[in-house]
């Protein structure tokens, strides 16, 4: 699945309750990324984590948070305080080294529908 | 931050007309441009990229070319078949840092 496997593939939130998407890559890339996708409006950063245990805010971080704890790993949680989280999600990955440097994966994505 | 502004959003073209899609960045010190291709269903994937000291790069049928002085970079696509349909994003990143500002899509549809 191209290395990097985002779970689950659709998810139904009602609102007030939190969600946790999970994203995994076996890629051995040091940074990660999740980017929110909405029509017209492109990839939008979240957050990002260019070392396990580190992540910076993206350009719309307001209602998210996440954690990187493995290499492997960096879930996104869509907490209640995000107003609008009906979107589909995106988490990439990417190394700083070789051939490949800064190019991003990406993986198929979570569809969030809040009822 | 950086802002990347993309145009137009949508493009048409006939089977074996070029097409070509452009955007605007505003930090002067970026200095890495990728392009994205997202078809329908799919993740989007790197179809191509340049760096701030080159000016043009090609691959077979897709080139990019970049304009520091007015801030602009362009993709363009030759001989366009209709597997070229999809949305293309352009992108760009500031420095050594690893994340990439996108602008905000072009929907191109090749039609026979």
């Known amino acids: 699945d191209g290395g990097i496997t985002q779970s689950p593939k659709y998810l139904f939130r009602k609102e007030g309750q939190n969600v946790t998407l999970s994203c995994e890559q076996n890629l051995n890339h040091d940074a990660m990324y999740w980017y929110r996708q909405d029509p017209g409006q492109g990839l939008r950063l979240i957050y990002y984590?260019?070392?396990?245990?580190?992540?910076q805010k993206g350009d719309i971080a307001e209602g998210y948070s996440v954690s990187r704890e493995k290499k492997e790993s960096f879930p996104l949680t869509v907490t209640s305080a995000q107003k609008n989280p009906t979107a589909f999600y995106l988490c990439a990955s990417s190394t700083p080294r070789g051939p490949g440097a800064n190019v991003l994966t990406f993986g198929a994505g979570s569809r969030l529908t809040v009822l | 931050g950086e802002n990347v502004e993309q145009h137009p959003s949508t493009l048409s073209v006939q089977e074996g007309d070029s097409a070509v899609i452009k955007c605007t960045y505003s930090?002067?010190?970026?200095?890495?441009f990728p392009w994205y291709k997202q078809e329908l269903g799919k993740r989007p994937q790197l179809i191509i990229d340049?760096?701030?000291?080159?000016g043009e790069k090609k691959d077979q049928r897709i080139a990019v070319t970049l304009n520091k002085t007015a801030k602009h970079f362009s993709l363009h696509i030759t001989e366009t078949q209709p597997e070229d349909s999809a949305v293309y994003f352009c992108?760009?990143?500031?420095?050594?840092?690893?994340?990439?500002?996108f602008g905000t899509g072009t929907r191109l549809q090749v039609t026979l």
């Open positions: 930090d002067s010190a970026s200095n890495y």
């Open positions: 340049i760096r701030s000291n080159v």
């Open positions: 984590s260019q070392i396990v245990n580190d992540f």
């Open positions: 992108a760009a990143r500031t420095g050594t840092a690893s994340k990439l500002t």
